[in-house]
């Protein structure tokens, strides 16, 4: 088994969400990115209305928001 995280640990983890289907990755930006491109391939505008950029691959999508945005998705 894995080590246990101690409480201090679990405050500071960050979370990739998909901001469609509520499914949550912690700490693992390819497994989101991975999702949405597997789940939901027609997203390829970021989902930001103050951004709105496109791209030619939902793939590059979800590496934009993850890089150029650095938020929890799941609270778009």
Not at 20 to 45: G, N, Q, W
Not at 47 to 60: D, L, M, R, S
């Amino acid at each position: 088994m894995g080590r246990r995280m101690n409480p201090d640990e679990i405050l500071h983890i960050e979370a990739y969400g998909c901001s469609i289907c509520d499914v949550e990755f912690l700490r693992k930006p390819l497994l989101f990115m991975s999702h949405v491109a597997d789940y939901h391939p027609e997203m390829t505008t970021c989902p930001y209305v103050f951004c709105k950029e496109e791209f030619p691959t939902v793939t590059q999508m979800a590496q934009h928001v993850l890089i150029d945005h650095g938020v929890i998705l799941s609270s778009l």
